[in-house]
């Protein structure tokens, strides 16, 4: 069974960090694109970031440029999102998910999300 | 950056009736467009992708169609866990992906 299990989400201040983790199973990991999606409070779905399976392409919403980047240990089949400089606007569930047919393809499962809060 | 437009906002259909449920792409996706159903408090699933295959343990009942610019996902014989938001998503062209805002199925 495929699953995906976010983590390291909470309250952080306007201008911090946090970094979100999302473990894999039940797939080959590194055969997936890997993808951040989230959702801010009452509102729709907004592309993130995406990651190729071997990490060495990501590419980023211009949202979030310069201040978020994506990486993934494929020896820990675990997907991360480093945030800095974090904003009100950031504040949103963040999915992690998965894609098994390259860069152009639909977006096959999503993890439960994890909670941002930004705030002071 | 191709901007997705769904419509309407909102659908009141009674249960058992049939939903059509709109998505346009401001430039050609070809046949690169996923439908997406988020039920209240869940994550997204997929549903549909290349514009009209229904994902793996998709139901029958959801069929999609369209290509280029003009996309459409109907639900026949709604039932009660159907009632929920569907978006459309293209990825022809990105970065950036890109989502419809969004249409939400409600009980009549």
């Known amino acids: 069974e495929v699953q995906l299990l976010e983590s390291g989400g909470g309250l952080v201040q306007p201008g911090g960090s946090l970094r979100l983790s999302c473990a894999a199973s039940?797939?080959?990991?590194?055969?997936?694109?890997m993808n951040w999606v989230r959702q801010a409070p009452g509102k729709g779905l907004e592309w993130v970031s995406s990651v190729s399976g071997s990490g060495g392409s990501t590419y980023h919403a211009d949202s979030v440029k310069g201040r978020f980047t994506i990486s993934r240990d494929n020896s820990k089949n675990t997907l991360y999102l480093q945030m800095s400089s974090l904003r009100v606007e950031d504040t949103a569930v963040y999915y992690c998910v998965g894609a098994s047919g390259g860069w152009y393809s639909a977006f096959d499962f999503w993890g439960q999300g994890t909670v941002v809060t930004v705030s002071s | 950056e191709i901007v997705m437009t769904q419509s309407p906002a909102t659908l009141s259909v009674s249960p058992g009736e049939r939903a059509t449920l709109s998505c346009r792409a401001s430039?050609?996706?070809?046949?690169?467009l996923a439908w997406y159903q988020q039920r209240p408090g869940q994550a997204p699933r997929l549903l549909i992708y290349?514009?009209?295959t229904r994902a793996t343990g998709i139901p029958a009942r959801f069929s999609g169609s369209g290509s280029e610019t003009e996309f459409t996902l109907t639900i026949s014989g709604l039932q009660s866990e159907d009632f929920a938001v569907y978006y459309c998503q293209q990825y022809n062209k990105w970065p950036p992906l890109t989502f419809g805002g969004g249409t939400k199925v409600e009980i009549k």
């Open positions: 039940g797939f080959t990991f590194v055969s997936y694109v």
């Open positions: 430039q050609s996706v070809r046949s690169n």
């Open positions: 290349g514009a009209s």
